[in-house]
Each structure stands twice: as structure tokens, then as C-alpha cells.
């Protein structure tokens, strides 16, 4: 009895004793978490494929006078302000595709409520079946980091989003980033400057209730006023006093199976090339890519659908990691 009850009093007492110590040591830190903070090496990506001219492959949506054009078809700006915001879709629709652009955010001070986007849907085409893979950068009150929302929508289900959100590794207003989108009859994988942030499988066919995009989408980029929603849940609204917020798009690429006209027949004979085209695009992530993603979602991730209970007390079918990564803000939240 003796002993153990002394065991416990020195086991207690380092405690106490390392307690100290941590919060000593605290006292001279930056508040920072320490974290690893170079990204994993990535698989070149982005550098094997040809860029895409604006001329050639896109077109203003609405608000042209809220968008520049580099005369060498490179470079466009989209700017939202109090009258409007912009944005600009491919010409035409495609069926499975990679799809890129470098993007800088607007380094306004205050760009809560603004909404930056890259994504692809067919929600024109189809509105009640219509699918989506989205980036969506949501706008940040002055101290705090831009957060990324990544989504996917398949076959109609708008009530079920699969939201994912992301802090970032770098300042996205600084420069330049690539922002890739690989959609496959395999799988969905959303890389940032090739470094695959999220992957999401098609497993119709292998999971009851699995959905996945299988329709032909337009590739988007816009800018527009998100406030209801984009900023801690629609707490702090747009303010044009800092508009006009710009964000800048070069780098393009569209690399996908195209298909001009509405149709639900069968995906061309392109889109079977595109899925043979296994030495760009592999049909399964490697195990470095794969970490890659636990890298993301360990260090950076904030929100994740398939931890989120409430809304889904029985995960998505697509909710398939045999280990779930804790989102980052829980961890904190328990400190
Ligand atoms: C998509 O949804 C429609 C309407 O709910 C349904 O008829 C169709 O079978 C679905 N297709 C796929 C591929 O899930
Ligand atoms: C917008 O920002 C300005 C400058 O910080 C501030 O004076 C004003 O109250 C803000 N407007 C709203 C509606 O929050």
C-alpha cells in the first residue's frame, strides 16, 4: 500500500512539476503550435500539360467590365465591388477532365463575405441532378487566415454537402498557387500546387447509397458577395469601404474530354482516353500522395462533413477513411 501510494505521489508530482515547465517554456513562445511546416514533396503535375489561352477555352459570364484580360490571353483579373462581382466558365462542358489555375486571392486588409472560386458544376444543364467539385476561398476579417472550402455534390443532392475546410500552408495573397482539379471515372482529387489535398472515390457500384459526379460540367472562376454565409457562418458581412477586392487567375489549364452539346448518352470515346491516360493521371493515388493528404488534414484542416455528427449521425457512404484524420480546430479546442 505503502509503496504504491508514494508511486503515485511522484507520479504526481512530476506532473505538477512538468506542468510548470510547460507553461515556464510557453511563456517564450509565439503562442504557435510548432508544426511541421514545409508541404510534402509532390508528383509534377501541373508542369506536363499545356496551358489553355482565355480566348481559346473561356468566356465572361456577366459583368465583363469587372474583368481584365492580359493581351496575351494569360493573365485575367475578376474584381468584386458594391455594384457587382464577375466571373468567367469554359466554352464548353466537359466529361471528366484535369483542370488548373494559378490564383492569387485579394490581399484586401478585410475581405469577409467575399467568395473567390474555381470549381466545376453543371447546375445550368442540370438543375435537379446537377453535380459539383468546388474550391471556394472564403474571405477573412483582418488577423485571421483565408479559409479553403473544398465541396463535392453528385446527382442532385444539394442538402448534402461535403464540405471540407482548410487553413493554408502559405499566404495565398502573396503569389501565385496552383489549384488543380482531377475528375476521373476513378476518383476526384483536388491538389494545391500538385500536392493532393483531398480525394474522393467513386465507389457506385461498391457502396449502398454512393453518388458521384458522372454528368458533363463548365469549368468557373468567379468573385462575388457571399456575406450570408462565407465568414464564420455569416458573422462578419462584405464591407466596401476595402472593395475593390481583385483576385488574379493565370496558369490555366483545361485537359478534359469535351462535350459540346447536353447529353445523356454515354461519355464520348475521349473520355475513355482520358481515363488511359494512366501516366499523368494513375487511376490510384501513390502511398506518398496519400500522405500527402493526411499531411493536409492533420496540420490544416478545420471542418470535415464526415467528422461533423450532427449533421450526419450516420456518415456519408463516401466517408471511407479507415482512420479519420481529427480536424485541426478540435484539437486546439481540447487544449
Ligand atoms: C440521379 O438522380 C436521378 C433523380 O433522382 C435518378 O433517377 C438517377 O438514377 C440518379 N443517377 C445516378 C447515377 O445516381
Ligand atoms: C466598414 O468599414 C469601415 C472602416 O473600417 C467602418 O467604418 C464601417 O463601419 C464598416 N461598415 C460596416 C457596415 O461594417
Avoid at 496575351?72 to 462581382?85: E, P
Avoid at 446537377?130 to 472550402?149: A, K, S
Avoid at 446527382?155 to 461535403?162: E, M, P, Y
Wanted: glycine share 6%; charged share 15%; hydrophobic share 35%.
Amino acid at each position: 500500500m505503502m509503496a504504491s501510494h508514494g508511486n503515485l505521489f511522484i507520479f504526481a508530482s512530476f506532473l505538477f512539476i512538468d506542468s510548470l515547465f510547460v507553461l515556464h517554456l510557453s511563456s517564450f513562445s509565439s503562442g504557435e503550435k510548432c508544426k511541421l511546416q514545409s508541404p510534402p514533396s509532390a508528383t509534377p503535375l501541373t508542369g506536363l500539360l499545356p496551358c489553355t489561352f482565355y480566348n481559346k477555352g473561356f468566356a465572361n459570364i456577366w459583368a465583363s467590365d469587372h474583368q481584365t484580360i492580359s493581351d496575351d490571353q494569360y493573365h485575367v483579373t475578376i474584381k468584386l465591388d458594391a455594384s457587382s462581382g464577375t466571373g468567367f466558365k469554359t466554352k464548353t462542358t466537359y466529361v471528366y477532365g484535369f483542370f488548373n489555375a494559378a490564383i492569387k486571392l485579394p490581399a484586401n486588409e478585410y475581405t469577409a463575405g467575399v467568395i473567390t472560386t474555381f470549381y466545376t458544376s453543371n447546375a445550368e444543364i442540370y438543375p435537379d441532378t446537377h453535380d459539383e467539385i468546388d474550391f471556394e476561398f472564403l474571405g477573412r476579417i483582418p488577423g485571421e487566415e483565408y479559409i479553403l472550402q473544398t465541396n463535392v455534390y453528385a446527382n442532385g443532392s444539394t442538402n448534402t454537402g461535403r464540405e471540407q475546410r482548410l487553413r493554408l500552408w502559405f499566404d495565398p495573397t502573396a503569389d501565385f498557387h496552383d489549384y488543380s482539379i482531377l475528375w476521373t471515372s476513378q476518383h476526384i482529387v483536388l491538389y494545391i500546387d500538385d500536392i493532393p489535398i483531398r480525394e474522393f472515390p467513386n465507389l457506385v457500384g461498391q457502396k449502398v447509397g454512393a453518388v458521384y459526379p458522372g454528368k458533363q460540367m463548365y469549368l468557373y472562376a468567379t468573385i462575388w458577395d457571399g456575406s450570408d454565409w462565407a465568414t464564420d457562418g455569416g458573422k462578419y458581412r462584405a464591407n466596401f469601404t476595402y472593395a475593390p477586392f481583385v483576385a488574379s487567375y493565370s496558369n490555366f489549364i483545361v485537359n478534359g474530354c469535351a462535350l459540346p452539346q447536353p447529353s445523356s448518352t454515354q461519355p464520348p470515346v475521349c473520355a475513355a482516353e482520358f481515363k488511359s491516360n494512366k501516366a499523368i493521371f494513375p487511376p490510384q493515388l501513390s502511398a506518398q500522395q496519400h500522405q500527402s493528404i493526411q499531411w493536409v488534414q492533420q496540420n490544416y484542416m478545420t471542418y470535415d462533413y464526415c467528422q461533423d455528427k450532427n449533421r450526419y449521425p450516420n456518415p456519408l457512404p463516401d466517408c471511407t477513411y479507415t482512420t479519420p484524420p481529427k480536424p485541426h480546430s478540435d484539437i486546439e479546442d481540447e487544449l
